[in-house]
């Protein structure tokens, strides 16, 4: 039986909606976790299934982890395992951001290559280079990778800033002898919030959100608690709503820096967009015109994450935008199910061009990865007629409560089997 959002499009969205903390700053911040020989309280902790995968290899490493309300309660004084099962990695590819923390705290960690996923191949080469700068030797043996070695500062260059590579080489990095520094560092807001929680457990580092990130190694560290940023992707998720369907929306929890090469793309669309510290408030109009090209580039460049979204908020409007996807291989697979709601979307390659159209239609679509899941509900609630999105699971790794939310803004979305 198959479980979708049913989608009654037509309906402008009015309301103020609270974002939920971030998915991509939370999940390092539970493998971080694993360093500090105590108990950590993580507060805004969004209900998502990566969050629930994480929780699951922490258990199985040997440590508790329990949800208390909207926190989460990890004890990792006694971890006793350094691999993460197969079956683990397989349900979530970011897991291998376990791999700097098990490493450093067991002085060994097994876990299977992340492989690809939906978004094309997931290379881990830059975290493996980290790792082996810092002393770790990695072996690819049958049951998947075994790094192991007791770990030394060092001064790693990234060859492009990736944000899992980033992340991992912080967390050896604070389990290893002598001062690290990390250079072409991804400067996320995300990594400025692990760096924040590190320094919550006692650890030295500084440099986030900068290019060049430097770590203290070896420094006693102990359990702590924490509060994770709001969602920045979320948050950019609902104002593509608003555009989408048209109304007034605020959006509350967030830091509207985060996410203000998006806001400025909605305003360059004809949106009215009002940011201050904890909340962006958008209104729109009248159906939106093309902009200027859109190229997804590291933070604070346009975010990759925001891509589908505000793509299938354009789709419905006049003009054309030319989208370049320079972050992934295959993340225009929303691009196909868009067109079967009446969309005008051409793609070459790394470019989508969108030919704004009058209207958009309901259909029965289907994602194919989560944040293209997203778009299609965006989509759908500034089409006229029914639509069903299919593809939930990849939904709901990322948005704790989307159809609630969207409910709560005067959408007719329901869950259904
Ligand atoms: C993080 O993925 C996010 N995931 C992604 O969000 C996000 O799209 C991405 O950063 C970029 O912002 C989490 O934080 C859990 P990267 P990550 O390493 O760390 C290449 C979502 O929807 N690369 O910065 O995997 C890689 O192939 C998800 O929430 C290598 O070549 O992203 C990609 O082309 C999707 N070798 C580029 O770098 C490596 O060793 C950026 O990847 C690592 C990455």
Redesign the pocket.
């Known amino acids: 039986m198959t479980t979708y959002l049913a989608v009654e499009g037509g309906y402008p969205l009015k309301g103020s909606v609270g974002i939920h903390g971030a998915?991509?700053s939370v999940?390092p911040i539970l493998a971080a976790a694993l360093l500090a020989p105590g108990e950590c309280v993580i507060h805004n902790c969004p209900s998502l299934s990566d969050v629930e995968a994480s929780l699951a290899i922490l258990r199985h490493l040997g440590c508790t982890a329990r949800r208390e309300g909207e926190a989460v309660v990890v004890d990792a004084s006694a971890p006793i395992r350094y691999d993460v099962p197969d079956e683990l990695m397989r349900e979530m590819r970011?897991s291998v951001?376990f791999l700097g923390a098990v490493l450093g705290r067991m002085g060994r960690a097994r876990m299977c290559a992340p492989g690809g996923c939906e978004?094309g191949?997931?290379?881990?080469?830059?975290?493996l280079a980290a790792i082996r700068a810092l002393g770790g030797t990695i072996a690819e043996t049958e049951e998947g990778l075994l790094c192991q070695g007791r770990l030394h500062g060092a001064d790693i260059v990234l060859s492009?800033?990736?944000?899992?590579?980033t992340e991992n080489a912080m967390l050896a990095a604070v389990c290893a002898d002598g001062v690290t520094t990390i250079t072409n560092a991804?400067r996320?807001p995300?990594i400025v919030d692990l760096q924040n929680f590190l320094l919550a457990l006692g650890a030295r580092v500084r440099g986030a959100g900068s290019s060049v990130i430097t770590i203290e190694g070896n420094v006693p560290l102990h359990g702590g608690s924490y509060t994770v940023m709001g969602d920045r992707?979320v948050a950019c998720t609902y104002l593509a709503a608003a555009a989408a369907a048209g109304g007034h929306v605020e959006v509350t929890g967030v830091d509207w820096r985060h996410l203000s090469t998006v806001t400025a793309v909605l305003t360059e669309a004809g949106c009215t967009v009002r940011s201050e510290p904890g909340r962006i408030a958008l209104t729109c109009p009248k159906p939106l015109n093309g902009v200027r090209p859109i190229r997804t580039a590291?933070y604070p460049g346009f975010?990759?994450?925001a891509q589908a979204p505000v793509m299938a908020a354009l789709c419905r409007g006049s003009g054309c935008t030319v989208f370049v996807e320079n972050?992934?291989d295959s993340r225009y697979r929303h691009v196909d199910e868009l067109i079967r709601m009446g969309a005008d979307i051409r793609v070459e390659g790394r470019v989508a061009v969108v030919y704004g159209v009058r209207r958009l239609h309901g259909a029965r679509v289907r994602a194919a990865d989560?944040?293209g899941g997203a778009a299609l509900v965006v989509a759908a609630l500034g089409a006229e007629g029914q639509s069903q999105v299919e593809g939930l699971h990849h939904i709901d790794r990322?948005y704790q409560c989307l159809e609630e939310d969207l409910t709560a803004l005067g959408a007719r979305i329901f869950r259904r089997q």
């Not at 191949?121 to 975290?127: E, G, S, T």
Request: aromatic fraction near 4%; proline fraction near 16%; charged fraction near 20%.
């Open positions: 998915k991509n999940l970011s951001i978004l191949p997931r290379p881990i080469d830059l975290h492009l800033p990736s944000v899992g590579a991804a996320e995300e992707i590291p975010p990759t994450d972050m992934f989560l944040r990322g």
